[in-house]
């Protein structure tokens, strides 16, 4: 598996192509979840790469993770949300494609309320952890994590996901070497995001949302990411993938074409790595 270390702060792929398919396409950028780091998007970049040749895009390390170096007390979603949208425009990047994974969710949508329809043509929300409005991302969580979060969370260290846990609730199903990729790529985490409210009203109409549904998912099981659906509201098209939390390790091929045709339609398919992913249309 590549990996591109980029030039600055930021695992930047964003290609100086001057095509007129490049000017076409919106710049794609991807955002990590919690304990994960840009790299994570390494497999499924490639496969992108693959399908649309012509396309530019942009992983991103949120605050206190890879090398975008923070203090840890000033780690928060409203600070994602500064931090993605001060990648967008620090390279002067006119319209988006936003693509969340997990806790990245909040992170888009509150970047897409900033940006306006105007600039992010699609959202992207991949297992993600959408809470109703107002609400935490902990409180769609079971109560096992919703008693012990808010105690980890008092001390404001940041915190690492034991690799036996995260083994079992990111990697079922994965070869080991797709497990060794996951595991040794994970990050310490601030854990009092999940308990800091999100204001998912203020993400305007207009914007096309998308979810990959990841249907052997042990973080976000289906039924969890069904009500999260639900918190989101008008998701226009569900997209399933037979898949455990980290898809874009597990089923990169798969990931990249569900992720191609909300970018920029119709593409050229890649071979399957597993078949191709089922599809239901939503309102």
Not at 42 to 57: E, F, K, M, Q
Not at 83 to 110: C, K, N, P, Q, W
Not at 242 to 264: E, K, N, Y
């Amino acid at each position: 598996m590549s990996r591109d270390e980029g030039t600055g702060p930021f695992h930047d792929r964003v290609r100086s192509d001057t095509s007129s398919g490049a000017k076409a396409r919106p710049v794609l950028v991807l955002v990590h979840g919690a304990n994960h780091q840009r790299t994570c998007w390494d497999p499924t970049v490639d496969a992108l790469r693959r399908i649309v040749p012509d396309g530019s895009i942009l992983a991103v390390d949120l605050p206190g993770r890879g090398s975008n170096h923070i203090e840890p007390e000033h780690i928060s979603i409203g600070a994602c949300v500064d931090s993605l949208v001060r990648d967008i425009e620090d390279r002067a990047i006119d319209r988006v494609v936003l693509v969340g994974h997990s806790l990245g969710g909040v992170t888009i949508a509150g970047a897409a309320a900033r940006l306006g329809p105007a600039r992010v043509n699609h959202l992207v929300f991949i297992a993600a952890t959408i809470p109703p409005d107002g609400h935490t991302v902990l409180d769609t969580f079971g109560l096992p994590l919703r008693l012990t979060v808010p105690f980890v969370a008092r001390r404001r260290r940041l915190a690492n996901n034991p690799r036996w846990t995260a083994r079992r609730s990111f990697c079922n199903g994965m070869t080991p070497d797709q497990r060794a990729f996951v595991l040794d790529n994970l990050c310490p985490d601030a854990p009092w995001l999940l308990t800091e409210p999100v204001a998912t009203k203020s993400l305007p109409p207009g914007i096309e949302r998308t979810w990959v549904l990841t249907t052997r998912d042990r973080a976000v099981s289906p039924a969890r990411q069904k009500r999260n659906m639900a918190n989101l509201g008008a998701v226009g098209r569900v997209i399933d993938i037979d898949s455990c939390h980290d898809v874009m390790v597990s089923h990169p091929d798969q990931l990249a074409r569900a992720i191609a045709r909300c970018w920029h339609p119709p593409v050229a398919t890649a071979p399957s790595d597993t078949g191709p992913p089922s599809e239901t249309a939503r309102t």
